[in-house]
Structure formats: C-alpha cells, structure tokens
C-alpha cells in the first residue's frame, strides 16, 4: 500500500534519564512506515557526553551546576541516514563551537545545524545521500534558559501552569518568509511544497536544494539555518515536549499538553507518558493515506525545578486537582473514527497553533499559542478558542 505497511511495527524504543533538575523519558515507533527514519538524542550532561553517544547514563551523579543539557528529535525523509547522523552529530559540533565555548548559545546551535550539513556535504559516504531531516533541539544552560532551535516541521511546546507555549515555528513553503527566500533562490512553490516536491523549507540534508553556489547556506532553496527561541525557566513551567510531525498531524499544542499533563496526574512515568502518547496517535488502518500513519518520536522533559520527582508529580497532581492555570479536560476526543464505508478517517477538532503566515520570529508574538490556520492559503486568524477540523490538504502537506 504505497510508502506504508500492511500492519504497523508497534513496538517502541524507549529510554528514560534524570539528574537532580530534569528527568526525561523518549520513545519511537516505526509504525505503518516502510523503515524508521527518526532519530532523537538526550544529553543531560553535555560536557561530559562521550564521542558518538546519543544518550547519557539513566542517573547524572555529577553534583555540579555547570551543566548543559541537550535534548533533540531529527525526523528523516528520503531516508535515515542524515537523520541518524544528525542524532549523533549535532550536540558534539554544538559542544566544540568557538560560541558555546564563550557562552553565545544561541549562536552556537546556529553553527550547529549548518556545520552538520556541511559535515555530510563534504563527506563523500554522504554527499550523494538524497535524505534530509528536520531538526528541533532544545538546550537548557546553566542559568536556567531553554533554548530551542528548529529547522522544519517537528516541534517542541513548553508546558507553562497547562498552559501549551510554542518554543518553535513549523516552516513551510506556503510561510511568507520561506516563500520569499525559496523563490529569491530560484526556486517555487507549488501544491504547498518546495519545487513540488518537499513538503518543508528548512532541514538539514536535501543537497538537491542547496546547490545554488553563488548564495550562502542561509540563502538557499531549503536551508538547515534554524530560528530559535529562549526562554527563562520559573516556577510555573512544568515540562518541555519535543515531537515529529507524527504527533502534530494528529493533536494540536494544546491538546498534547493536556493528554500529558492528564497521565502524569495518573504518575504514569515518562516513558509510559511517551509510549502513551504514540499510542493515541497511531492510526488504525492507513486506507486514508496520511494522519497516524508516520514515524513517530516523543520526548518529555520534566522540569523539576528543585524539587523530588515526587514532588514534582505531587505539584502536577495538586495544581490539577485545584484547576490552577489551564482547566485540563478530564476527557479527550477519539482522533479516529469510522467512514460512511465502514473505513477509518482522522475525526480530529483541534486548536489551530503553527502560524503559517509569519513574516519573522522576533516580531511574532510568542506568548500566543493558538492561531487558526488555513492550510490551504496560508491565511491565520487569531481566536484562541476557534476550532477547526484538520484538513487533508494539510494533512498530505506536513507529509515530508
């Protein structure tokens, strides 16, 4: 059946970490893809993180508060091999950047991205390769800021009280900005995708669009120069998600934190939560082509902020019980449903939350994070409460 199984590979890979101010938990399934092409990395102590490694142990015993923590999920197409490389790549050219070394992180994770794709460009075991990734990565220093750093449509939000902020901007050639610089490259834009064919704007890989050799790698068709946004940690942030498009096909910003916050109010641990949320997004059969039907890969970051992981669950079950911030629902619609033909369709009503007609990150309103969207113009609105059903127009467009 096209680019899927006749059954979903269902079973998961998942690991969990924590250190005296984070715990994470991670999880991937192949599900009805043909191979799995997502890779991710949790680092919670990045300067102590041996060469090639992904992971760090499951328990950071290093007292120190010099740390940083690096924490990152590469959705492939084309293949896995940009995407696995970047796994095991990008946190190291992070670490050995002239910028992280003086503290500039924002510039570091800049330098990041794009000294990975030239790593791969001037390899000549992956030059030819014709796959790409997206890449969203969050670094948290030593101060206590979150910095997210994105390139393409996976995506990372931050629980704030219950309350679903983006940390990233998916980008998409329909985007005004994209739209520019693609065409400015010499490229276009037609069915929602890069030349016709790429359904993202922004990925690390994908040389076929980089090789206008008279613009710099910022300029380019598709480019792997992220945007990034920070933020300073406080007492009302709860936890950090970072997902493919697996999982924003299926739920909105909004409703991920809420399923989240809902199962950790249930002290499910977090690789139960990570496993639990794959789970909701699977689609039962693929004869409707898109939706539940990709890769999947979450991760979960608990900020503990001082406390116990004890606590910190006794703080979520305690500010849920009270209906501090955001009223979580207790109860969540079914994303599937049966077709006039007996066949399974996506029966999603979910918050618009990716604007797609940004102009540029710094001007945007971050604080906002819901923004119906048109995916068929491009067009967004601004009622937080606006409810849309997902269309296949954008469902088939966050296809990469």
Known sequence: MGQTLSEPIIEKHTSAGEDEDFAFGVSEMQGWRLTMEDAHAAVLDLNRAPPNSSSTPSVSTDPSKKRTRFFAVYDGHGGATVAKFSGDTVHFRLRSTPQYQSGDYEAALKRAFLATDEDLRSNPDFANDPSGCTAVAALITPDGKILVANAGDSRSVLCVNGVAEPMSHDHKPV?????????????????????GNLALSRAIGDFEFKQNKDLSPEAQVVTANPDILTHQITVEDEFLILACDGIWDVYSNQQVVDRVRRLLGERKTLEQVAEQMIDYCLAPDCEWGGVGCDNMTFMVVAILGGKTKEQWYDMICQRLERGEGHQTPSNFPQPYARGPRGEMIPNIMRLGDSPDDRTSPPGYNQDSEDHSTNAASGNTGSSLFSLAPVSIIEALSRQG
Do not use: K, L, W, Y
């Open 175 to 195: 985007n005004r900005d994209e739209n520019n610089r693609i065409v400015a490259a010499g490229g276009f834009v037609e069915f929602g995708r890069v030349n």
